[in-house]
Nanobody, 115 residues
Framework: QVQFVESGGGLVQPGGSLRLSCAAS????????MGWFRQAPGNPRELVAAVSKFGESNYADAVKGRFAISRDSAKRMVFLQMNRLEPEDTALYYCNTSPAGSRAWGQGTQVTVSS
């Protein structure tokens, strides 16, 4: 089964940027939709962005216009460019199939937005 390893998180000031990467252990070419999810303490995991194998993308309202998702299926990678970060973006970020996260969850990468 495909496993995912997320990286690229860190501590950033409000207004800053980060680029998250997700490396898959196997092919993702046949997975139509891949997504980035996040979970803040005390909150359920939520889908923030998804990208199809055909290049379509969609975003949660909270991140629309600030985040950009992309994928390179040949390299088994999914990316999330996050700009104009806000304290409310602080969470553990995961990638998985969209929308239901049907594969095993990785460890995630922590994003903390704070001054």
């Amino acid at each position: 089964q495909v496993q995912f390893v997320e990286s690229g998180g860190g501590l950033v000031q409000p207004g800053g940027s980060l680029r998250l990467s997700c490396a898959a252990s196997g092919s993702i070419s046949s997975i139509v939709w891949m997504g980035w999810f996040r979970q803040a303490p005390g909150n359920p995991r939520e889908l923030v962005a998804a990208v199809s194998k055909f290049g379509e993308s969609n975003y949660a309202d909270a991140v629309k216009g600030r985040f950009a998702i992309s994928r390179d299926s040949a390299k088994r990678m999914v990316f999330l460019q996050m700009n104009r970060l806000e304290p409310e973006d602080t969470a553990l970020y995961y990638c998985n199939t969209s929308p239901a996260g049907s594969r095993a969850w990785g460890q995630g990468t922590q994003v903390t937005v704070s001054s």
